[in-house]
């Protein structure tokens, strides 16, 4: 039968490539996907002869099928016979890499980079940089944009001359006539300047990056930014005032707010990038007027960093750069206008508090966070307590909790379910820091109003925050404050409520323990299976199911087993199906 | 499983089951009818307050004065209009605002009716004045997800002067006096490319000026015209590839409808490049239906000045015909329509088979807007000849379909339709009709024969997939 190299006679390529031709563009992005499939019947010479001759004769398709050929081809090497013969896929590759559509084009970049790494390097620079070259002077845009994705994967492996072939198609790239190109150039510069020697990193990117970064189109020089954080990595610290700061400095105050978002939000990393001098000479006055910029979009991206900026300070006169430079423009934030600038800042605004110390925080950070606390948008207020656990290291929670109730209240009662569900999931935290008596006198209350609230969402959400609130404060206190309010929940004339008991019981069982169980729990379940509503009753199946593990040998026997059986028998199918699975899984039969 | 059931009360789960994430607003109700809660916004982005208060010198008016001492005055007005204002603090400068509107209302009246005062030195003054005026980096979108069709746009915050500015620029340019080649010395490429950039303003009533000043430009600065074109092309294929976000295409269309219309021929290269490589994926866009008529109004000015482009057109849009998107599967159809309006019988030949597998695609969709939409295509008459004189080979790839929704489509009108159709073709080739009833059943029974022996070819196909991959963990043997 089918030997190593195919079969003839079992496989035409006659009829696979009927399927690769099918008029049905599903049953055409079928058989592509399953090209590797087709290589391995016809073998790898075949493949390489006739399959990839007429794929790369044929590509005229949809978009959609194309895409998939493109990935396909970057895992083809063994199908072909092995990297020797890894060129062979380039043909089509390159076709691939020229198509309109960006994403059959970044695939095939992707695929072709891939591949790159299997070639030896004559085979790179007899096959793969010809076409990288091909497709550099390409006529259309396209071919030319995604040659800019490949000089770095062929680059550190080429000889010399071949080097410097490809810096001059680079640099030719980065003044390419339409913006499209220039913006692939300018988002491949970083990667390009990575593989570079250091000598032409100095002679030729720098003037590529300023080029960029003063272009007529804001595109692209907000693209030159990200690759400010690359290129300054890679330069010594004594070159990067004359070569990089200008730029940056330029960047940073661009009439374009794109390019001043850009700078706003790779500011960690630039930060990281020139050094603590250089930060603390320009950086921190290019920060503090992002955070007054115009644009509330830059403010906002800006207010983001306000942590992470101040963290990676240098520790010398980190707290006198805050106090002094940055803490002012954060008050004005407080009370920006712009609802997405105040949430951005309450989501870091309290991790200044580990950086500032206790007296800091208690004189000029909590008046921050109480403001906050207020703020009209439940976005600010839950940032804010979404982080309290940094305040809570360094101040304790105390100094907050008078301000804490009321915004916890309101954004419980919010009209938003999202904005419930938001709040309940920091219910756990806000326990354990503000100890049993607090939560007992004032949220225990908000946490049994959630089990019945008109949300499904909602009331499943306040089923777990029961069993972590359980998990934190024991079983003992599960049974004085919640298991009474819930097992008293099975008599309430609404369905939905019932089944919330016995939603909290499969959660709570295991936290109680045995004794709560058997004792308390499971006479109510039991009690639930001759309700009324059928999705009581089978619910009741999967509860028993779930509780069982819990509950000792002689109660399953003497007391579950009797009424799953009775319900084995109930006139609905699906109370019958889950009492029977109950069953089974119990080992009850 | 057979848990979450649907009928009640046991629909247990009908809750939200959305991911917890924080949303702005709940995400129920529609979004226009949360929009309509908010005031109209506005926005400008043109003005950095200095903080300092405004003063400008009132000058006496230009009629006031004797006319040899007008161009000069008149020169001084420019330079006071360069002044920009800040209309987001609404109590600022209020008296030097209304100067400033005063003159340039004098400004426009004096270049309409005047004679003469167009000297050299105004040029620059006129070009310095409307670039300080109009170039400036559009605000970001007050919502992120700014969706033309259903959110009312952001309002541009300094019209009351930037009106002004563009109807005194539009006058200059209109004015007998004007003359392009002293003026291109000022209005060049660099002014061009900011003039294409401010297309993406979201105020229409601005977009609507700057497409009658661009119209203009166009129209007298021969030099310029190519460089229009190649600009307008790079912002149409970022719009395409990139970022689908772009205000102003309508308008840009619409110039282009009156470009297209003045080429010479024969087509230049360059123009059928844009026809097949721009204009044609322009279709693939999410927010087509903002700017589908003028689209499909360039194409069928392409297709007029040259039939021979109606074949790849076709391909084209076949190529990029809708698959999930039944409203624009309908916009297809309408513009396949206008194009079959002109096609020349020849032409209509050569692409009558890969269209009409597509339109008994479309006959058979179960949406029956859309099906309804490739059924009226019968009442056109132009289009019922061309049919007609071809229906050997349109009857057979149409006829399945037809046949099988006379008797499944749910929509009873569209049934009602179908008979007329299925009559129509019976009157015209009744030979062929009756062919074609009589091979129906066996037709089918050989496509479900095909696909019976595909499964299997694939079938085999994996196993020894299966085989190899045990014997060699994927990798071939040589």
Redesign the interface.
Known sequence: M?G?DGDDS??PIA?LID?LRN?DVQ?RLNSIK?L???A??L??ERTRTELLPFLTDTIYD?DEVLLALAEQLGNFT??V?GPEYVHCLLPPLESLATV???VVRDKAVESLRKISQEHSPVDLEVHFEPLVKRLASGD??TSRTSACGLFSVCYPRVSSTVKAEIRQHFRTLCSDD???VR?AAASKLGEFAKVLEPEYVKSDIISLFTALASD?Q??VRLLAVEACVSIATLLPQEDLETLVMPTLRQAAED????VRYMVADKFSELQKAVGSEITKNDLVPAFQNLLKD????VRAAAANKVKEFCENLPEDNREQIIMTHILPCVKELVSDTNQHVKSALASVIMGLSTILGKDNTIEHLLPLFLAQLKDEC??VR?NIISNLDCVNEVIGIRQLSQSLLPAIVELAED?????R??II?YMPLLAGQLGVEFFDEKLNTLCMAWLIDH???????ATCNLMKLVEKFGAEWAQNTIVPKVLGMANDPN??HR?TTLFCINALSEACGQEITTKQMLPVVLKMSNDQ???VR?NVA?SLQKIGPVLDSNALQTEVKPVLEKLATDSD??VK??AQEAISVLALA | M??D?PSP??A???????S???????GFSRKSVRKAKQKRSQSS?QF??QGKPIELTPLPLLKDVPGVEQPELFLKKLQQCCTVFDFMDTLSDLKMKEYKRSTLNELVDYVTVSRGYLTEQAYPEVVKMVSQNIFR?L??SDSNEFDPEEDEPTLEASWPHLQLVYEFFIRFLESQEFQPSIAKKYIDQ?FV?QLLELFDSEDPRERDYLKTVLHRIYGKFLGLRAFIRKQIN?IF??FV??TEHFNGVAELLEILGSIINGFALPLKAEHKQFLV?VLI?LHTVRSLSLFHAQLAYCIVQFLEKDPTLTEPVIRGLL?FWPKTCSQKEVMFLGELEEILDVIEPTQFVKIQEPLF?QISRCVSSPHFQVAERALYYWNNEYIMSLIEENSSVILPIMFSSLYRISKEHWNPAIVALVYNVLKAFMEMNSTLFDELTATYKSDRQREKKKEKE?EE??K???D??L??GLRSD?????
């Open positions: 089918a190593a079992l496989y009829v399927e008029e049953l399953k590797s499939t087709i391995l019947a073998g790898v949809e063994m199908l016979g309109e559509e960006t259309w845009f339409t913006p499209m913006r007529e804001d595109s009439k374009s707010w794109r115009c644009e509330a979009e439940p976005e839950l009209a938003k379910w999202r904005v569900l938001a999931e949300v499904y969402a909602i009331r499943e959400a369905y939905l089944m509503v059928a999705n089978f999967k199918m699906d199906y889950f | 057979m848990g059931r009360p046991r247990m789960s009908s809750a939200p089951t959305t917890p994430s924080v949303d702005k607003v709940d982005s950095r307050s980096t605000p970001p660099k490319l790079n294929l970022r590839y990139e490589k994926p190529k597998k595909r070819l694939w085999k196909l994996e020894l997939e085989k190899r994927g990798i071939i043997p040589t």
